[in-house]
């Protein structure tokens, strides 16, 4: 790019990504490490640095996590220097050093001044360095503090809070996860973990630029809100801002122009024949590219939004039954069915867009419209929320608070204020944006977890979450709606009430038995989970036990919820026996996560539109762990995946206990009305029709219906070998009489044929890892096989499979779409430790 007398030099960027080094200043560090200047790779952490050169071993290993904790009480200088040419230099008259993200506390030195005192990981840091930026080789240094030694010293300055961990994450403006979690390894990183560069210009450059789409009736608009950074010498001069807009059913390209006043621009764009963006299900999801210019003499700066229209609100205005939680996009209640999200690896700066395209089409794939960012972890990258966008899978965000007690004292005030207002501006126009949320759980824990005995008087966040985000919120975004936290009550009930807004639902998995999901008839479940182990290729990978049990020493690191193990054993007894053998307790303890999780997805569900959606706690892991996701460390997916694939289906039909009785739910999530003969059946494990009932039934879009089933066929007459059978065509719905411990389920007698797949030749999920190219048919012979699951991974963890969890009464068969390979031996397929079923967890304990 060049520049002339008679036009301004446009904005420069140079990423400033190469030639860097990282050493240890001080702390507990290694011989064979101290002094070292080791190559170092940018974005990134001190941690893959170290890995990259072989230093330490694999964090997520066995336990290796305590024994590299020594990372996290080191200080850590990184350095590089960079090249500007004469030229370069005199083309623009301010020089600034741009940090997308810097985790966390730094100094930021250049030329041998110091630039920068920084102490954010969740923003963005421009330090203006014209006056010290100078011709050939400027040398940039970046030296971290240790963010445990820091996170102490703030704590005690600020006065210690109530926090569920040691480490007061509640003291740094960091991922609060990186410290460790339920779930999460403790990694307490050092880095650069987010692009740097250096921005040259002249005049004038954009600096926030506010951009939404918004439907008004029978009109769109598109409205730009601009601020612009001038240079010293530059106030008086003319500048101008222009938007255009583009996409689908514009037959001619919007477009307007404004004069700069006051370092602001304001514009307005009213467009016709624009399409709508729905969520994922509900109608496709056309993007229009908002491009906005700066002028002077001629273009100096650009950028450009890309944004949807649709009209979303939350319907909270009290009824009946309390207050709904309930989503609406243009005009139509939407059904949530959500998963929480947690940053994608301990390492966030690994997880890239095609990882992100991965997990959030493996997402899109289980009939999912709705993913909840989590509070704990970061803001994700751009590309995350673009991939929704496209998806149209709706988005949550908390902001980054989450359970603990948090100061309202500078200096985290004036952090959180600008950490807030940076990823305001840098999320607000995306369409897939639903909910912007204050915290995870500080509303609840301030009520109910001995927090105002403990606080004594002292802040806890509050002007946070009631004050200055939803005032933000409204400057910056007014198209985005704001709740305080989640939980949350909208007129001031209890923060986890049932009747009122949000819930999160965690005794069940804490203290009760899954079957109780059945007891409430929340009006939103934004939190709910039970846990199940990773994949056994990941287990295996991560954990060298030998023996490897339970209760090895790999395992115990490797599940960090408290009294994991016990909670495991005491969710499974009821259902299942617990297995001795360490393959069957994996599997058993698999199985009824994803059994755990169908019940409450399906009792939710069926009460629609009281309960108007449930978000499951989680998706994703961060590595190979014991946990809550429905995804492992390594992308595999668990059997829970395919159990909320089943229980999001747009249309389904389940049985429920409904007064005295059982009924029929039969839920339609289409824009088409269903309709058909709703057919009961009581039958025994041999397939045999004891009692039958039937009854018509028509379902009008986005609707439910709930068809009692008479006594006759609802009551057993041998409940551990009877089960009842309700479907409309091939989709149905199973009722179980006994547990599966005290019934006759026989062992599988199954038939196995694997063949090839042409691709094309069938529907494969998105998510998959590659086109199909195995078929795994399985046919059940002579008795009912419950829970039929191919764990393809055993096979080949390259391996991925459509479906699981199926139940096959005597004569049926299931197809299995298996991608990743092209052959499988059908031996290795029947084994028995890779075609898993429940039958074989009673008739072998039997």
Same mark, same amino acid.
């Given at each position: 790019?060049?520049s002339?007398?008679?036009?301004?030099?446009?904005?420069?960027?140079?990423?400033?990504?190469?030639?860097?080094?990282?050493?240890?200043?001080?702390?507990?560090?290694?011989?064979?490490?101290?002094?070292?200047?080791?190559?170092?790779?940018?974005?990134?952490?001190?941690?893959?640095?170290?890995?990259? +050169?072989?230093?330490?071993?694999?964090?997520?290993?066995?336990?290796?996590?305590?024994?590299?904790?020594?990372?996290?009480?080191v $200080?850590?200088?990184?350095?590089?220097?960079?090249?500007?040419?004469?030229?370069?230099l005199?083309?623009?008259s301010?020089?600034?050093?741009?940090?997308?993200?810097?985790?966390?506390?730094?100094?930021?030195?250049?030329?041998?001044?110091?630039?920068?005192?920084?102490?954010?990981?969740?923003r963005?840091?421009? /330090?203006?360095?014209?006056?010290?930026v100078?011709?050939?080789? %400027?040398?940039?240094?970046? =030296?971290?503090?240790?963010?445990?030694?820091?996170?102490?010293? #703030?704590?005690?300055?600020?006065?210690?809070?109530p926090?569920?961990?040691?480490?007061?994450?509640?003291?740094?403006?960091?991922?609060?996860?990186?410290?460790?979690?339920?779930?999460?390894?403790?990694?307490?990183?050092?880095? /650069?973990?987010?692009?740097?560069?250096?921005?040259?210009?002249?005049?004038?450059?954009?600096?926030?630029?506010?951009?939404?789409?918004?439907?008004?009736?029978?009109?769109?608009?598109?409205?730009?809100?601009?601020?612009?950074?001038?240079?010293?010498?530059?106030?008086?001069?003319?500048?101008?801002?222009?938007?255009?807009?583009?996409?689908?059913?514009l037959?001619?390209?919007?477009?307007?122009?404004? +004069?700069?006043?006051?370092? #602001?621009?304001?514009?307005?764009?009213?467009?016709?024949?624009?399409?709508?963006?729905w969520?994922?299900?509900?109608?496709?999801?056309?993007?229009?590219?908002?491009?906005?210019?700066?002028?002077?003499?001629?273009?100096?700066?650009?950028?450009?939004?890309?944004?949807?229209?649709?009209?979303?609100? *939350?319907?909270? +205005?009290?009824?009946?039954?309390?207050?709904?939680?309930?989503?609406?996009?243009?005009?139509?209640?939407?059904?949530?069915?959500?998963? %929480?999200?947690?940053?994608?690896?301990?390492?966030?700066?690994?997880?890239?867009?095609?990882?992100?395209?991965?997990?959030?089409?493996?997402?899109?794939?289980?009939?999912l419209?709705?993913?909840?960012? *989590? &509070?704990?972890g970061?803001?994700?990258?751009?590309?995350?929320?673009?991939?929704?966008?496209?998806?149209?899978?709706?988005?949550?965000?908390?902001?980054?608070?989450?359970?603990?007690?948090?100061?309202?004292?500078?200096?985290?005030?004036?952090?959180? @204020?600008?950490?807030?207002?940076?990823?305001?501006?840098?999320?607000?126009?995306?369409?897939?944006?639903?909910?912007?949320?204050?915290?995870?759980?500080?509303?609840?824990?301030?009520?109910?977890?001995?927090?105002?005995?403990?606080?004594?008087?002292?802040?806890?966040?509050?002007?946070?979450?009631?004050?200055?985000?939803?005032?933000?919120?409204?400057?910056?975004?007014?198209?985005?709606?704001? =709740?305080?936290?989640?939980?949350?009550?909208?007129?001031?009930?209890?923060?986890?009430?049932?009747?009122?807004?949000?819930?999160?639902?965690?005794?069940?998995?804490?203290?009760?038995?899954?079957?109780?999901?059945?007891?409430?008839?929340? #009006?939103?479940?934004?939190?709910?989970?039970w846990? &199940?182990?990773?994949?056994?290729?990941?287990?295996?990978? @991560?954990?060298?036990?030998?023996?490897?049990?339970?209760?090895?020493?790999?395992?115990i690191?490797?599940?960090?919820?408290?009294?994991?193990?016990?909670?495991?054993?005491?969710?499974?007894?009821?259902?299942?026996?617990?297995?001795? $053998?360490?393959?069957t307790?994996?599997?058993?303890?698999?199985?009824?996560?994803?059994?755990?999780?169908?019940?409450?997805?399906?009792?939710?569900?069926?009460?629609?539109?009281?309960?108007?959606?449930?978000?499951?706690?989680?998706?994703?892991?961060?590595?190979?762990?014991?946990?809550?996701?429905?995804?492992? &460390?390594?992308?595999?997916?668990?059997?829970?995946?395919?159990?909320?694939?089943?229980?999001?289906?747009?249309?389904?039909?389940?049985?429920?206990?409904?007064?005295?009785?059982?009924?029929?739910?039969?839920?339609?999530?289409?824009g088409?009305?269903?309709?058909?003969?709703?057919?009961?059946?009581?039958?025994?494990?041999?397939?045999?029709?004891?009692a039958?009932?039937?009854?018509?039934?028509?379902?009008?879009a986005?609707?439910?219906?709930?068809?009692?089933?008479?006594?006759?066929?609802?009551?057993?007459?041998?409940?551990?070998?009877?089960?009842?059978?309700?479907?409309?065509?091939? !989709?149905?719905?199973?009722?179980?009489?006994?547990?599966?411990?005290?019934?006759?389920?026989?062992?599988?007698?199954?038939?196995?044929? !694997?063949?090839?797949?042409?691709?094309?030749?069938?529907?494969?999920?998105?998510?998959?890892?590659?086109?199909?190219?195995?078929?795994?048919?399985?046919?059940?012979?002579?008795?009912?096989?419950?829970?039929?699951?191919?764990?393809?991974?055993?096979?080949?963890?390259?391996?991925?499979?459509?479906?699981?969890?199926?139940?096959?009464?005597?004569?049926?068969s299931?197809?299995f779409?298996?991608?990743?390979?092209? =052959?499988?031996?059908?031996?290795?397929?029947?084994d028995?430790?890779?075609?898993?079923?429940? %039958?074989?967890?009673?008739?072998? =304990?039997?």
């Amino acid at each position: 790019m060049t520049s002339s007398a008679s036009q301004p030099l446009a904005r420069v960027e140079r990423p400033l990504h190469s030639g860097w080094r990282v050493r240890a200043a001080s702390g507990p560090v290694p011989d064979s490490i101290g002094g070292a200047a080791i190559p170092a790779v940018v974005p990134g952490v001190v941690h893959l640095d170290l890995l990259r +050169e072989g230093l330490i071993p694999d964090p997520y290993l066995d336990d290796h996590e305590s024994a590299l904790a020594w990372i996290g009480l080191v $200080d850590w200088t990184f350095e590089t220097t960079f090249e500007l040419s004469a030229g370069e230099l005199a083309a623009a008259s301010v020089h600034e050093l741009v940090f997308d993200g810097l985790d966390t506390v730094a100094t930021v030195s250049l030329n041998g001044t110091v630039v920068a005192e920084v102490a954010n990981q969740h923003r963005t840091h421009r /330090i203006d360095v014209s006056s010290i930026v100078h011709a050939g080789g %400027n040398d940039l240094v970046v =030296a971290f503090r240790s963010p445990v030694r820091y996170a102490n010293a #703030r704590s005690v300055a600020l006065g210690a809070r109530p926090r569920p961990y040691p480490t007061p994450f509640d003291a740094i403006r960091k991922s609060a996860c990186s410290f460790g979690w339920d779930w999460g390894i403790a990694t307490a990183t050092s880095g /650069i973990w987010r692009p740097v560069r250096l921005e040259s210009w002249s005049t004038a450059r954009l600096d926030e630029v506010l951009v939404r789409a918004e439907v008004v009736g029978e009109r769109s608009v598109v409205v730009a809100e601009v601020t612009v950074a001038r240079a010293p010498e530059t106030e008086g001069s003319p500048l101008l801002v222009s938007v255009a807009v583009d996409g689908p059913g514009l037959v001619e390209i919007p477009a307007a122009v404004v +004069e700069v006043v006051d370092g #602001r621009a304001s514009l307005r764009l009213e467009l016709a024949d624009v399409e709508l963006w729905w969520p994922i299900g509900y109608g496709a999801q056309p993007r229009y590219v908002v491009d906005v210019r700066l002028h002077a003499e001629g273009v100096i700066d650009a950028t450009h939004r890309t944004v949807g229209f649709r009209e979303l609100r *939350w319907n909270t +205005e009290p009824d009946a039954d309390g207050t709904p939680f309930q989503l609406v996009v243009n005009g139509q209640p939407v059904l949530v069915k959500g998963v %929480n999200w947690i940053p994608d690896d301990a390492f966030p700066v690994r997880v890239d867009r095609a990882r992100y395209r991965t997990r959030l089409q493996q997402a899109a794939s289980a009939g999912l419209n709705l993913i909840r960012v *989590w &509070g704990g972890g970061v803001y994700e990258a751009d590309d995350f929320y673009d991939l929704a966008d496209e998806l149209g899978l709706l988005t949550w965000q908390d902001f980054l608070f989450a359970c603990s007690a948090y100061a309202e004292e500078e200096p985290l005030r004036s952090e959180v @204020a600008a950490e807030a207002r940076d990823n305001i501006v840098r999320l607000a126009h995306h369409a897939s944006l639903a909910l912007l949320t204050g915290n995870n759980e500080n509303l609840w824990g301030y009520e109910d977890w001995g927090w105002k005995l403990a606080l004594d008087g002292r802040t806890w966040g509050a002007y946070y979450y009631h004050e200055l985000f939803p005032g933000l919120v409204a400057e910056l975004a007014p198209q985005v709606p704001y =709740a305080p936290g989640s939980p949350f009550s909208p007129n001031g009930e209890h923060p986890n009430a049932e009747s009122h807004g949000t819930m999160h639902v965690w005794d069940l998995w804490n203290q009760q038995d899954w079957p109780h999901y059945r007891d409430r008839v929340p #009006r939103f479940v934004a939190e709910f989970g039970w846990q &199940g182990p990773p994949a056994w290729s990941t287990l295996t990978r @991560a954990i060298s036990d030998d023996p490897l049990t339970p209760d090895s020493p790999g395992m115990i690191v490797h599940q960090k919820a408290t009294d994991g193990n016990a909670k495991l054993t005491a969710g499974l007894v009821r259902h299942y026996r617990v297995p001795n $053998d360490i393959e069957t307790w994996h599997w058993a303890m698999q199985l009824n996560q994803a059994n755990a999780i169908s019940c409450a997805l399906d009792h939710y569900r069926s009460h629609w539109p009281t309960t108007a959606g449930a978000v499951v706690w989680q998706l994703n892991d961060c590595w190979p762990v014991t946990s809550w996701a429905a995804i492992d &460390g390594d992308g595999h997916a668990k059997p829970l995946l395919h159990a909320i694939r089943s229980a999001s289906a747009p249309r389904v039909v389940t049985i429920q206990p409904r007064g005295d009785g059982l009924a029929a739910i039969v839920g339609n999530d289409t824009g088409e009305a269903w309709s058909g003969e709703v057919v009961v059946e009581r039958r025994g494990f041999d397939g045999s029709v004891v009692a039958r009932a039937g009854a018509s039934v028509e379902v009008v879009a986005r609707s439910s219906a709930t068809i009692a089933i008479p006594a006759e066929v609802a009551e057993a007459t041998d409940a551990a070998g009877e089960l009842l059978v309700a479907s409309i065509g091939d !989709v149905r719905g199973l009722w179980w009489f006994a547990e599966p411990r005290d019934s006759r389920l026989a062992a599988a007698d199954l038939a196995v044929v !694997v063949g090839a797949v042409e691709v094309g030749a069938v529907e494969v999920g998105a998510g998959d890892h590659a086109a199909p190219g195995v078929v795994v048919t399985v046919t059940a012979r002579g008795s009912v096989v419950r829970d039929l699951t191919l764990l393809v991974d055993r096979l080949d963890p390259r391996a991925s499979v459509d479906s699981g969890l199926v139940t096959l009464l005597p004569g049926e068969s299931w197809t299995f779409v298996v991608c990743g390979v092209d =052959a499988l031996d059908p031996d290795a397929v029947a084994d028995p430790r890779v075609l898993r079923s429940g %039958n074989q967890l009673v008739a072998a =304990a039997g």
